[in-house]
């Protein structure tokens, strides 16, 4: 009873010991494949985002309709402009009571706001100086108001997109060398728990080479086991993503992202294969007594 207890002991620690494995490989390769995606993905998002900026344009009480219907056809013939939205002030007047919550409009008397258009632009022209010189060429305009748009907001991001690249690297880079540390360490520590039936092996005669085969055998599948997993969960949260902000646009090229995850499947097998291989010769060279 004794032995059937502790073999059932020594089968339930082995397979806490790879499913442990498992689960480190595919958390480490889930982080640096996203990683790997975002950064691959890393204009489409700042552009995204560029592209939400809106130069607001406000119309003078006098301006005449034709004059509004004029400049927009006209912006819309322009490369630089991807969208405009004309808003009356009515409709301002609306959404601005709505946010409130109350209509201001019954304690002024009137309606103070003017009709406007948000005029959205492509990505590569969402500059400081674009937008600076093409809101003083509205500002000249008789029937114009008033020009408004988030000058800040351009001027961190035209600063800081660059700093942000280079960051990305660093951060890829280091994610890549974490998963070769942890899944390195979890194959370690895996087959240290197996060092006595290693020496056991050799005691009785076996060469290194076949004691060494069926160990990073079992490990090459268990780094399959564990990059399907990752994929799996890459696979889902970028599906995720693309149904919460289709915008961005992160299953617009299917090959660019089938061959990121077929190199970080061959990256684990890379990556399992040499550790286990090193790992195991570590025992294999070790004298008896010393185990």
Not at 36 to 63: G, M, P, R, S, Y
Not at 109 to 116: A, E, I, V
Not at 124 to 134: E, G, H
Not at 154 to 163: H, P, R, S, T, V
Request: proline residues 2%; aromatic residues 12%.
């Amino acid at each position: 009873m004794k032995t059937i207890s502790i073999d059932k002991f020594q089968k339930r620690r082995l397979i806490n010991t790879y499913i442990s494995v498992v689960i480190s490989i595919s958390f480490v390769l889930f982080l640096v494949g996203f990683l790997a995606i975002l950064f691959v993905n890393f204009n489409k998002v700042t552009d995204h985002f560029k592209e939400q900026i809106a130069l607001t344009v406000f119309f003078n009480e006098n301006a005449k309709s034709i004059e509004i219907k004029q400049l927009q056809k006209s912006f819309l013939l322009q490369k630089e402009t991807k969208n405009i939205v004309y808003t009356s002030k009515e409709e301002a007047a609306k959404e601005h009571s709505l946010e409130i919550g109350e209509d201001f409009m019954e304690f002024l008397g009137y309606n103070p706001l003017h009709n406007s258009i948000n005029v959205y632009f492509n990505s590569t022209y969402v500059t400081p100086i674009f937008l600076k010189n093409i809101s003083e060429d509205f500002q000249r305009k008789s029937y114009v108001s008033e020009v408004l748009y988030d000058e800040p907001l351009i001027q961190l991001l035209d600063e800081n997109i660059n700093k942000i690249s280079k960051w990305m690297i660093i951060l890829s880079l280091i994610f890549i060398v974490a998963a070769i540390v942890l899944i390195n360490s979890s194959i370690r520590l895996s087959i240290y728990s197996k060092r006595l039936i290693i020496k056991t092996m050799q005691l009785v005669g076996a060469t290194k080479s076949f004691i060494r085969k069926p160990f990073i055998m079992r490990y090459i599948l268990l780094g399959i086991y564990g990059s399907l997993i990752a994929i799996l969960g890459i696979i889902v949260l970028l599906y995720t993503l693309n149904e919460k902000i289709p915008e961005l646009n992160l299953l617009s090229n299917p090959i660019e992202l089938f061959t990121m995850l077929i190199i970080l499947f061959f990256l684990c097998i890379i990556i399992t294969a040499i550790s286990s291989f090193f790992a195991i010769q570590k025992f294999l060279n070790l004298n008896t007594e010393v185990v």
